[in-house]
């Protein structure tokens, strides 16, 4: 197989084989077949040959000696071993030891004896690389003090103990005075007796490797942008105090940037690192004295306050809320930013630190429902309202299981602000409980996004109010009535959703002009080149498309440049405070509206006083509940289209529909 023949011609191989030796070893390969050079201990030697098959191979001679036949015939007569594969792994394993640079060391444990390589010294200048005696201790006497008695145990488990192989971690002060981190690694050798005879291995300079083990460890509990310490952190500190004996309170107090990711999605990460690092140093600087401010997440910061009161807490937080109503200043542009918080006490607010944290969660996850709050302490209610809110989300998660069963659409009117005659209405979503009650639709809303399943609802939705003003049209109702339709975030970001929406106007024959879109800011947040792309199409398609909520994100004014919009919806924040601002804002808004081609809807009117007022402006729309509330659909048409031809027409549509049934 080495040299390529075939059995028949291998008495004539000599030869070949002779020619296929490696030209650097042909003359230790005389020498063997001459029997004339052996290794000292007596064993034969190693060469190599060149094999046509399997290239260079380590061959072992294990004695090549005379023979005589008996028809007096002279041969040699030997035995060569393939040993490639284990010279490999011999040369491979001493490339490794010395490009690691290891120290390699053999104890004879029955003689008391230890040898090592010659860079020993490196590290233990004082011994002598060959050693007797104790070697254990004396070697102990050179490992620093701490780590002494540890390094004692294992090596002395080693001779004590049947243990194949150890593994320890020490430190020793080198040549230079420097501490130094080692490794040592190894094998025991043991007779039939478990007694051990050998300790065979290796020390490693691990100083570099601990240091970067160390640098990684330091800055993996700190954020890469603000340096600020992080979550895992925080549960370590707060731990540390609880257990102390010399702190009898604390307090977590949570702060988190609200709709920061819009900014993000806005602006860009590079702004939103800005205003991170913006936000910390603003927190830094108000920081009560003793605490320890962190980073949890992305948009949410920690004070860790040791011996805090609640009065103390909630003053602070107090302060930081009036803070924000001053704006900051990122790359010389002003941005308003609000924070919701938090806050729970130890031990008042649980005596273990990830309950202390989770009750502040809890209690943060409560501001950020409620509209009404901007921070809030721990009581134990709050966890019974998270419970409650779970209940609620697993029952409207049900009804969408079930065919968006208890789902109902109730319609606000429309009116024209100058003559205020109905022109059309806002279809809004309500959910009906088993029980019969109508739920606060703010809650019904958050619990479905909750779910993760409001692209279901708002599918529903789009079919449902088309549907609805396709049988009133049908009925008699005015053919230029609309509905104004909410889209959820996850609809825009399809990029099928222009498709789709044509595609139900032809299903439900409708005119485009029978629909209003009505988008959010959040809305165009989850991809802008969708969004807009969708937003082209559909007014290209003479859908109209209205921006709600105007005035109270991070920058809507560039959204009337940069997005196809038909009209602005201005929020009812705006409406319910007669402040000169806010009304200097609405006059602002309708003048600039007039010159792009847009009209101004706006929400919350409640009185006539504020219609009067606000009609004097030029606003086009109204909508509130001076005008109407939210009603079904069956009291929206009693209301509105009571009249004789909506009756008769809305009749005939009935007896139609029975008679395709059969009935």
Request: glycine content about 6%.
């Amino acid at each position: 197989e080495l040299i390529d023949l075939p059995t028949h011609e291998l008495p004539h191989a000599s030869k070949e084989f002779g020619n296929l030796v490696h030209p650097e070893d042909s003359a230790i390969f005389l020498s063997v077949i001459q029997g004339q050079k052996m290794k000292k201990d007596g064993t034969a030697l190693d060469f190599r040959i060149l094999s046509p098959v399997q290239g260079e191979v380590w061959v072992h001679s294990c004695g090549v000696f005379n023979f005589v036949s008996p028809d007096q015939k002279h041969y040699k007569i030997g035995i060569f071993v393939d040993v490639t594969d284990k010279t490999k792994a011999s040369f491979m394993q001493s490339l490794i030891i010395d490009g690691s640079e290891a120290i390699t060391f053999t104890a004879d444990m029955k003689r008391g004896i230890i040898e090592f390589s010659p860079n020993f010294r490196t590290f233990f200048p004082d011994m002598e690389l060959r050693y007797s005696g104790d070697i254990i201790r004396r070697m102990a006497e050179e490992v620093v003090e701490d780590d002494r008695r540890r390094f004692i145990e294992t090596f002395t488990h080693l001779v004590d103990e049947e243990k194949d192989t150890f593994s320890i971690e020490f430190r020793v002060f080198g040549q230079d005075g420097q501490m130094r981190w080692l490794a040592s690694r190894g094998k025991t050798v043991y007779d039939s007796s478990k007694q051990a005879l050998l300790i065979i291995g290796t020390i490693f300079d691990l100083t570099s490797m601990n240091e970067v083990r160390e640098n990684v460890e330091k800055n993996s509990s700190r954020n890469a942008l603000t340096g600020l310490l992080v979550r895992d952190r925080l549960v370590s500190d707060l731990d540390t105090l609880i257990h102390s004996r010399d702190v009898l309170s604390a307090a977590v107090v949570l702060i988190d940037i609200k709709d920061f990711h819009v900014f993000n999605d806005r602006y860009g990460r590079e702004a939103g690192d800005k205003l991170l690092l913006t936000v910390t140093r603003k927190l830094r600087e108000s920081s009560p004295k003793g605490s320890e401010l962190y980073q949890i997440n992305l948009d949410a910061f920690c004070i860790l306050w040791p011996s805090a009161t609640r009065v103390q807490v909630e003053n602070h937080m107090k302060a930081l809320k009036e803070e924000m109503n001053e704006p900051l200043i990122v790359d010389r542009s002003s941005f308003y930013v609000t924070f919701s918080m938090s806050a729970a006490l130890f031990p008042s607010c649980g005596n273990v630190a990830e309950e202390v944290l989770v009750n502040a969660e809890i209690t943060l996850h409560k501001v950020k429902q409620d509209p009404h709050l901007t921070y809030a302490i721990y009581t134990p209610q709050y966890k019974v309202e998270l419970k409650e809110r779970l209940d609620f989300e697993f029952q409207i998660s049900k009804s969408i299981r079930e065919g968006n069963k208890n789902f109902l659409l109730y319609f606000q009117p429309l009116v024209d602000a100058r003559s205020e005659r109905l022109v059309g209405c806002e279809a809004l979503l309500r959910w009906k409980s088993p029980q019969g009650n109508l739920i606060n639709p703010e809650k019904v809303i958050a619990a479905v996004n909750a779910t993760g399943q409001m692209n279901v609802v708002g599918d529903w939705i789009l079919r449902t109010a088309m549907k609805q003003c396709q049988d009133w049209i049908d009925s008699g109702v005015s053919e230029d009535f609309y509905v104004h339709i909410n889209v959820t975030a996850e609809d825009m970001a399809r990029i099928d959703f222009a498709d789709y929406v044509i595609r139900l106007l032809g299903e439900y024959g409708l005119q485009p002009k029978n629909i209003l879109l009505e988008i959010t800011e959040t809305s165009l947040m989850k991809n802008l080149a969708i969004c807009r792309q969708n937003m082209i199409k559909l007014r290209s398609n003479g859908i109209r498309i209205a921006l709600d909520d105007f005035g109270t994100g991070y920058s809507s004014f560039n959204y009337l440049r940069e997005f196809p919009v038909d009209e602005i919806k201005i929020d009812r924040a705006f409406v319910d405070q007669d402040e000169r601002f806010n009304m200097s804002f609405i006059s602002a808004i309708v003048l600039l509206t007039r010159t792009i081609g847009m009209t101004v809807c706006v929400e919350g009117i409640e009185t006539a006083q504020k219609a009067s007022r606000i009609r004097s402006l030029g606003v086009d729309i109204f909508q509130g509940f001076y005008f109407d509330k939210p009603l079904s659909h069956e009291d929206f048409e009693k209301k509105y289209f009571s009249g004789a031809k909506f009756r008769a027409s809305k009749q005939e549509k009935e007896t139609q529909e029975r008679t395709k049934r059969g009935e």
